[in-house]
């Protein structure tokens, strides 16, 4: 089975924190994806990444930035947390021409 | 701009009828996905259309894809409790697996 894993279910931070979302895959996927879910307005893309240490802007790239050093890991950062950054974030992976596969979903709360 | 319309965002049904979801979408594309999600949960594939007129089927959900009309529907056939979720459809916009644009979801509730 696809194994897309987030690294925290709910996570609680200040405005003004810098706060690093992590999402690994086990499935040697080429490419991986942040989306924000709100409640109204679907899924989002964020940014996604083909390739390590390659990265390309979603829809709402404003106030993120991602990392990819390797192929498992991709990483959401948001430099300086906001409360209308408060939202759930989803991680997925997919091969090439291939479905997406997502994880849990974390839960962000910025207060 | 892409955009991706699913309506109804909203649907009551009861046990035992019949009722589709509709995907309309804005841009040339013939690569379509259905996902579910329950409450709480992540999402669920379902369904991948690659190809004008594909049809596919699962239990008492049946997806098609029409590329010319931009449209998808997810036929839900004799409902049951257990189908209550989200159900989302998304757009392969660049052809190549990689950047899906979503609809809003259709949120099912099924009640007897």
């Known amino acids: 089975d696809v194994k897309v894993t987030q690294s925290s279910r709910y996570l609680v931070k200040r405005t003004g924190e810098k706060v690093f979302l992590e999402c690994v895959q086990d499935?040697?996927?080429?490419?991986m994806f942040w989306y924000r879910q709100d409640p109204g307005l679907g899924l989002r893309l964020i940014y996604f990444s083909y390739d390590v240490k390659m990265k390309e802007k979603g829809d709402i790239p404003e106030g993120y930035s991602v990392s990819r050093e390797k192929k498992e890991r991709f990483s959401l950062i948001l430099e300086s947390a906001s409360t209308n950054q408060t939202s759930m974030y989803l991680c997925?992976?997919?091969?090439?021409?291939?479905?997406?596969?997502f994880g849990a979903g974390t839960r962000l709360s910025v207060l | 701009e892409l955009k991706v319309e699913q309506n109804p965002l909203f649907l009551s049904m009861q046990e035992g009828k019949n009722y589709t979801i509709y995907c309309n979408y804005s841009?040339?594309?013939?690569?379509l996905y259905w996902y579910r999600q329950d409450p709480g949960k992540s999402l669920e594939s379902l369904f991948v259309l690659l190809s004008n007129g594909a049809v596919k089927q699962e239990g008492r959900l049946m997806a098609s894809l029409d590329t010319k009309a931009r449209l998808s529907t997810l036929h839900i056939t004799a409902a049951v409790h257990d189908l209550s979720a989200t159900y989302f459809c998304?757009?392969?916009?660049?052809?190549?697996?990689?950047?899906?644009?979503f609809g809003k979801g259709t949120t099912l509730s099924v009640s007897s």
């Open positions: 997925a992976s997919s091969s090439i021409k291939n479905i997406q596969y």
């Open positions: 499935m040697d996927h080429e490419n």
């Open positions: 841009t040339t594309s013939d690569r």
């Open positions: 998304a757009v392969d916009i660049y052809q190549a697996g990689t950047a899906l644009i």
